[in-house]
């Protein structure tokens, strides 16, 4: 499953949810990680999920592109 959405609120729970439902069922998700680089940690949900392959933007001489998202995920556990 390919999406081009996203946004930065990791705490959608019925978003979040639902992306480890169909993960869990493996369903192989990819998205895009967004447009608020340089900076570290800039990833949107739901590519800033552990099981989402995260996708960025390149330039024409194949770097990453200025804009394009970067860095680590922010992650919570679920609460119990």
């Not at 989402?52 to 609460?79: K, L």
Request: hydrophobic content about 40%; proline content about 6%; cysteine-free.
């Amino acid at each position: 499953l390919n999406l081009s959405i996203g946004g930065p609120d990791f705490m959608d729970h019925p978003f979040v949810d639902k992306v480890w439902e169909l993960t869990a069922n493996n369903v192989i998700m990819v998205s895009a990680i967004g447009n608020d680089g340089p900076l570290y940690g800039t990833l949107n949900n739901p590519a800033d999920q552990m099981d989402v392959i995260g996708v960025g933007g390149i330039d024409f001489e194949d770097n990453i592109a200025r804009f394009s998202s970067r860095g680590m995920t922010t992650w919570h556990s679920p609460e119990a």
